[in-house]
């Protein structure tokens, strides 16, 4: 079976102060990992994913086979980061993603 | 640009009565998902369809049906609601190639 985890339900930062946020799986393939990201009254959309190993809105992450992490870091947040973020893996089966339950990133001014 | 429509924003049902929500894609996508987004659950999976008239279950199935008779449109039915049912029902489509996933604006259900 596979599953991912967000140990945290809210996170809460200042403007200009590094985040990560964190995502650990389960999963006994080879997993293709990605980052979902939803702000405010808006739809939910792709962020990043780890084969392209892109930096996106100074976004990165790395997927961490040994930890089976793939935590979410920006070394400098900014308002406009506040959104829920949801981690989400994809084993094998028709594009079929499972999530986390989710973090509601705060970035405070 | 790529757009997932859900056919309503808002409903309010009662308990008991069939509910059907309508998804349509215009990306050609061949994979369709509906989830169910609760705080602190996350997303989860009810249905998801690779092809036409083709459709499996997902990690929460139970009290739900779905239907692809098209390959744009993907319905979520939901036989007899219940209270339990409450919540936001996202739609979300993907190719085969990239399996990106894009989702639509979501439905918030009530039932009473």
């Known amino acids: 079976a596979q599953r991912v985890t967000q140990p945290e339900k809210l996170l809460s930062v200042f403007k200009g102060a590094p985040v990560e946020l964190k995502c650990n799986y389960s999963y006994s393939g080879s997993p293709e990992l990605f980052w979902y990201v939803q702000y405010s009254r808006q739809r939910l959309q792709l962020l990043l994913r780890?084969?392209s190993r892109e930096s996106i809105k100074g976004f990165t992450a790395d997927l961490n086979k040994g930890e089976t992490s793939f935590h979410l870091k920006k070394p400098f947040a900014q308002e406009e980061d506040s959104a829920m973020y949801y981690c989400?893996?994809?084993?094998?089966?028709?594009?079929?993603?499972?999530f986390g339950q989710g973090t509601i990133l705060t970035v405070h001014p | 640009d790529v757009k997932v429509t859900q056919s309503s924003r808002y409903l309010v049902k009662r308990t008991g009565e069939k509910v059907f929500l309508e998804c349509v894609q215009d990306m050609d996508h061949e994979n369709m998902f509906w989830y169910r987004q609760d705080p602190g659950l996350g997303l989860r999976l009810i249905y998801f369809s690779y092809d036409v008239k083709m459709k499996e279950k997902g990690d929460i199935p139970e009290g739900y049906s779905v239907s692809r008779e098209k390959k744009e449109r993907f319905s979520l039915i939901l036989e007899s609601a219940s209270t339990n049912q409450t919540s936001m029902y996202l739609c979300?489509?993907?190719?085969?190639?990239?399996?990106?996933?894009?989702f639509g604006p979501g439905t918030r259900l009530t039932v009473t």
């Open positions: 979300a489509s993907s190719p085969v190639d990239t399996y990106e996933q894009y």
């Open positions: 989400a893996l994809r084993g094998t089966s028709y594009g079929k993603l499972t």
């Open positions: 780890h084969i």
